[in-house]
């Protein structure tokens, strides 16, 4: 399961259930889509957040994003030759080769004159997506437990620091799918396979 601890505190994607059996692609989806903080101790709180700017993790995690664009490259353009359609593998590993360009942060022979920013959507203050999501799994995993409803949203309330209303709308707009035996058996399914990730 990809997590870094650090000292008490630790870190992990929002889509943790997805991504296990390679650090790699949790540090990348937390570099794109920041992450859920859990603060351990007296008082535990997962709060989500992004990764600082600058700072130590994002340079790890961004190599990690790099490193993934890269090997998908690689793999498009050496299975070019016997795919169905060759133009199009190789295509797309020049696509992939472009976005890990934009994402590396040294300067080299392939350094793009464009620079990639990211900034928050819009002005007004939204809900968390990937709070969200992880609120509507921690509840599909507690309600696994026969606990009750109410003690259920209890939980997650404690847990994340949040309102009954946020825990109420996570459910309604994620839960449902992620209860659903169709999302189980994708999670199955790709947690399965995750060993072949690795290079």
């Known amino acids: ?86 133009r199009s593998c190789a295509q797309l590993s020049l696509v992939f080769q472009k976005l890990a360009n934009l994402f590396d942060g040294r300067e ?11 900034k928050t959507r819009g002005s007004r203050r939204r809900p968390h997506r990937q709070r969200d999501q992880s609120i509507a799994w921690f509840m599909v995993r507690e309600g696994a437990k026969d606990g009750g409803w109410d003690s259920t949203v209890e939980a997650a309330r404690d847990r994340y620091g949040v309102s009954r209303a946020t825990v109420a709308r996570a459910w309604k707009k994620y839960g449902k799918v992620m209860a659903s035996p169709e999302y189980a058996a994708m999670v199955s399914r790709v947690a399965s396979r995750a060993p072949r990730l690795r290079d």
């Open 1 to 86: 399961m990809a997590r870094r601890r650090k000292d008490t505190r630790e870190w992990i994607t929002a889509d943790d259930a997805i991504f296990t059996g390679d650090d790699r692609y949790s540090l990348a989806a937390a570099f794109l889509d920041g992450f859920v903080d859990r603060t351990i101790g007296d008082s535990p709180k997962h709060q989500f957040k992004f990764l600082r700017p600058d700072g130590p993790e994002e340079a790890q995690a961004r190599e990690a994003l790099v490193q993934i664009l890269r090997g998908l490259a690689k793999t498009f353009f050496d299975n070019a030759a016997g795919a169905p359609n060759p």
């Open 108 to 118: 080299g022979p392939h350094t793009p004159q464009r620079e990639l920013v990211f």
